[in-house]
């Protein structure tokens, strides 16, 4: 689904990524993990068009996108949940699913949305600004599934929630591989990435160092303290 090789992205005068070369399947969950500043939020902006690598390839579904502009590579079935969020707060959570997929050619209906995620269904006319923080991730991922991804970018997903609505949407994600979507998920919490995953990369100062199961990678204290330890 995603192949990506020797992907270099610089911000001014500053070397970011080096080389990055990694692949997902179709229907597979990986996740991309290194400490803070390893460079992991650069790579999926990278891949996303949000910052325009110097070289290297990405390919989606065989197809070239790497320096494509950011709507362009979402419409060709890729879409981006930043750490940020970025929902509108002064829309209500249905404006904001309505509006995200006006532009998509495959959108999913409402309820769909609302049977993956019935606590936006619950609070469909309250605005952004209202929402809890799993409210607001929740709606964040929503906007980006409205629109059919074939493979679905996650940024930091789980960061700064509570363990139950980490869980919550732990299950959602395996729901959403098990239906078929691609994932490639950034996170900084291990244990989550780690039961979501299939397979996962390391990053450490824009380098791909290591790649393995992530099963594997749950035996390897000696690879975890290496490159993820604080």
């Keep these: 689904m995603l192949e990506v090789e020797g992907l270099n992205t610089y911000y001014g005068d500053s070397h970011i990524l080096f080389d990055v070369t990694l692949h997902v399947a179709a229907h597979e969950v990986v996740a991309l993990l290194g400490r803070n500043g390893a460079g992991k939020t650069t790579t999926l902006c990278s891949l996303m068009g949000a910052v325009r690598p ?46 995200a997929g006006l532009t998509a050619p495959g959108r999913w209906p409402l309820e769909r949305i609302y049977t993956l995620f019935p606590r936006l269904k619950e609070r469909r006319s309250s605005r952004g600004t209202d929402l809890s923080g799993g409210e607001q991730q929740m709606l964040a991922i ?66 791909v160092v290591h790649e393995d199961t992530s099963a594997r990678l749950k035996e390897n204290p000696d690879i975890i303290r290496q490159y993820l330890g604080v």
């Design 54 to 99: 110097q070289s290297g390839r990405v390919r989606l579904d065989g197809k070239p996108v790497a320096g494509l502009p950011a709507h362009a590579i979402a419409k060709s079935g890729m879409q981006l949940v930043h750490e940020e969020r970025r929902i509108f707060g002064s829309l209500s959570v249905e404006d904001n699913i309505v509006l």
């Design 142 to 207: 929503a906007r980006a599934l409205v629109r059919d991804p074939r493979i679905l970018l996650l940024d930091e997903p789980f960061e700064g929630l509570a363990p139950i609505i980490v869980r919550d949407l732990v299950r959602v994600c395996r729901e959403l591989a098990a239906s078929g979507l691609t994932i490639l998920v950034v996170e900084q919490n291990l244990a989550a990435a780690l039961a979501l995953s299939s397979r996962a990369y390391i990053l450490n100062n824009g380098h």
